[in-house]
């Protein structure tokens, strides 16, 4: 997506708001899913180390771990930049925010790669 300007904007996620709606959406299924097998687990399984060490590191888990840790992260990062860029009209200040914003989503998400790889 093109401002008036022609520049590209660099701060959205795919560029186009209707992408990144319909990503947030997406994304946001994906972690219902993800929370409702974990109540699941819970609700219907007797829980001690072994049982959940055996679920979490089974590789269907450990693959649906990674796509609702990404899901979470395009998640985040859509949710905060809409907000940033409504109510931080400071483009200095949104561009510091958007920037912690971005280090702190990267960390999580290295964080729980490798929690799960």
Avoid: C
């Avoid at 186009?16 to 299924?29: F, T």
């Avoid at 972690?31 to 687990?41: I, K, R």
């Amino acid at each position: 997506m093109r401002n008036n300007s022609g520049i590209k904007s660099a701060t959205g996620l795919t560029g186009s708001g209707s992408r990144d709606w319909i990503l947030q959406r997406i994304s946001a299924v994906v972690l219902a899913v993800y929370s409702v097998v974990m109540v699941g687990f819970f609700l219907f399984n007797d829980v001690n180390f072994e049982s959940w060490q055996g679920f979490m590191l089974s590789l269907p888990m450990k693959l649906f771990s990674l796509v609702a840790i990404l899901s979470l992260v395009f998640h985040a990062w859509v949710g905060m930049w809409t907000v940033l860029t409504d109510y931080v009209k400071s483009s200095g200040l949104r561009l510091v925010i958007q920037s912690l914003v971005i280090i702190a989503v990267l960390v999580y998400l290295f964080w729980g790669v490798m929690i799960f790889w």
